[in-house]
């Protein structure tokens, strides 16, 4: 299983950034899907998951509202469409993929993408 993450840069409060991540190697039908981001200093936290059979989502209460993550089935791809965008949401921003079921556990994911860099100035 290979995850690739893509669409991270440099945008200012406020903004808008859209993040995919291409997944292969597997049938994803069965799998739950997230983003997780990790800032300096900080612990990798739960950002969105999505399952990937019927689309059901969930959201760390720091990004409801602004953040919606979403699937692309034909192209295998997981999308984190970000908004309003605050400088507290910079970090390193990685795709994970797991069948354990959907949820903010690092644990619950057994493959990781790379990360994105997503910074965000005042």
């Known amino acids: 299983v290979q995850l690739q993450a893509s669409g991270g840069g440099l945008v200012q409060a406020g903004g808008s950034l859209k993040l995919s991540c291409a997944a292969s190697g597997s049938t994803f039908i069965g799998y739950a899907m997230a983003w997780f981001r990790q800032a300096p200093g900080k612990e990798r936290e739960f950002v969105a998951g999505?399952?990937?059979?019927?689309?059901?989502?969930d959201y760390a209460d720091s990004v409801k509202g602004r953040f919606t993550i979403s699937r692309h089935n034909a192209k295998n791809t997981v999308y984190l469409e970000m908004s309003s965008l605050k400088v507290a949401d910079t970090a390193v921003y990685y795709c994970?993929?797991?069948?354990?079921?959907?949820?903010?556990?690092?644990?619950?994911?057994?493959?990781w993408g790379r990360g994105t860099q997503v910074t965000v100035s005042s």
């Open positions: 999505i399952k990937w059979i019927d689309a059901s989502a």
């Open positions: 994970a993929a797991g069948p354990a079921g959907l949820g903010p556990r690092i644990s619950s994911y057994m493959y």
